[in-house]
């Protein structure tokens, strides 16, 4: 059994008070769970509202481990990889349904995902591709909300998940998710700039999706599969963007940048925790929203910044056309930090940045958040098997680790109006309870070489552009 939760320190005494207002200013349903209350008791009645420790699905994430995967392999390698998600998300609603003993749960599960993987390693194998050995990956366990330990009713902010055969489920997140920013540190380092540092910016007016598109789709890691990330994304730039789009459909596609690019900016969308259902953006009814766990209105950015810089060691050269990135990880709340890249920060505050907390703002402040792209690319590939060898992150003295060479570094900055008193969490997949370490942003570079040869003349020459 998980002992009691210790005495808390005054910091988290002020996070706890900032979020009973979120949940009064949310009007409770969608918020607090039933019977909760603004403020917190004691004795007999704070014995009777603990809860038990939200449980999770914990599987090896196949994606990360693959090393070669075929041109001709890639849309049904992706179709396997959305099998295996929604073999998780079954196995979490079953985990929760009072109905399944936890043993059976994973047993069936280990089951699905050993024939998926099979039709994985066959798909590669068929496409001449070297499959390495995949089958050990199909055991999953069951794990605990380790951030949360046993909370009370009061301080639960999960979002209701559309029933399950008539079991409802929380699916995050929990106070614990939650910080007062004005108590965090300044803890934004930048490395000292060289001799031959690129200092250029070059600015990209995309818009805020006032167009509406939305989809539930991953077309870099599940090509080919309608509802491949089971929660929506929120896109600019290029708005042919789904599924089912090439690097042809891409090219012809219209844009919503004012300079003509064609680049696909994507992420997933933030959600006010109102309790309703938006259906834009979902499948045959909600798939990818409410009915994976993702409930709340769609908030839309009040301003978003696509920032292209240069790297303090060096200069920088082109990007390949079609070149595509993911920066930080959907999965992170069970694979672990080493794909994080989540930033969360408020207008005011951008000198202190926080990977595995959403930010409690002040008035008049607004929730940013910010994905700074990997800025090495590995001057052959537009994409590798599992969409992040081909890049890498600067090294801690902002140079290229060997074999690679610096690009402009991409940087989506993303500011909303939360309203105040309001909670948010971002969309995820069920089983990841909607933590704010799984935040992630997507890229696909479309520009013309007429116009990345201005990305880089313009940050190789220490301008500000746009």
């Not at 598109?213 to 491949?228: A, E, L, R």
């Amino acid at each position: 059994m998980r002992k009691q939760a210790h005495k808390r320190s005054r910091k988290t005494t002020r996070t706890v008070a900032a979020l009973a207002a979120l949940a009064l200013g949310a009007g409770g349903t969608a918020l607090v769970a039933t019977n909760a209350s603004a403020g917190f008791s004691s004795g007999e009645q704070e014995r009777e509202q603990v809860r038990p420790v939200a449980q999770t699905i914990d599987c090896p994430d196949v994606s990360l481990a693959l090393r070669d995967v075929p041109q001709e392999a890639k849309v049904p390698v992706g179709q396997g990889l959305a099998e295996l998600d929604a073999q998780v998300a079954t196995a979490y609603e079953r985990l929760h349904s009072g109905r399944w003993a936890t043993s059976s749960v994973l047993s069936e599960l280990a089951g699905d995902r050993t024939g998926s993987i099979e039709e994985i390693t066959s798909s590669i194998r068929t496409a001449g591709g070297s499959p390495q050995e995949l089958e050990q990956l199909n055991r999953c366990e069951v794990r605990e909300d380790d951030s949360a330990g046993q909370v009370r009713d009061g301080e639960v902010l999960g979002q209701r998940m559309e029933p399950w055969e008539g079991v409802e489920k929380f699916g995050g997140p929990v106070v614990e998710d939650f910080v007062d920013i004005t108590v965090v540190q300044p803890n934004v380092r930048q490395p000292a700039l060289g001799r031959n540092a690129s200092t250029g910016t070059f600015i990209n007016e995309c818009g805020t999706n006032e167009e509406e598109h939305f989809n539930s789709d991953n077309v870099i890691v599940n090509p080919g599969v309608s509802n491949g990330a089971h929660h929506v994304h929120d896109y600019v730039g290029n708005l042919a963007t789904d599924a089912f789009t090439g690097d042809r459909d891409l090219a012809r596609a219209r844009t919503t940048c004012q300079n003509g690019d064609q680049s696909s900016h994507y992420w997933p969308v933030l959600r006010q925790l109102d309790g309703r259902k938006d259906f834009r953006g979902t499948e045959n009814g909600g798939a990818g929203g409410h009915l994976d766990g993702n409930l709340g209105t769609i908030l839309q950015p009040a301003d978003v910044d696509l920032i292209f810089r240069g790297s303090p060691v060096s200069q920088v050269t082109e990007m390949p056309r079609f070149l595509r990135i993911i920066t930080g990880d959907a999965k992170a709340f069970t694979n672990g930090l080493d794909n994080a890249n989540a930033s969360w920060s408020c207008t005011g505050f951008e000198d202190r940045q926080l990977t595995d907390k959403y930010p409690i703002c002040p008035q008049g402040s607004q929730v940013v958040r910010t994905f700074e792209f990997q800025s090495c690319w590995d001057g052959r590939n537009t994409d590798s098997a599992n969409h992040r060898d081909h890049v890498a992150f600067a090294q801690r003295d902002g140079s290229c680790p060997r074999g690679f060479t610096a690009i402009p570094q991409l940087v989506q900055r993303i500011v909303y109006d939360v309203p105040q008193g309001m909670a948010f969490a971002v969309d995820s997949f069920p089983e990841q309870l909607h933590k704010p370490v799984t935040d992630h942003g997507d890229f696909i570079n479309v520009m013309d070489e007429n116009l990345m040869r201005q990305v880089v003349e313009c940050v190789n020459e220490g301008r500000s552009c746009r």
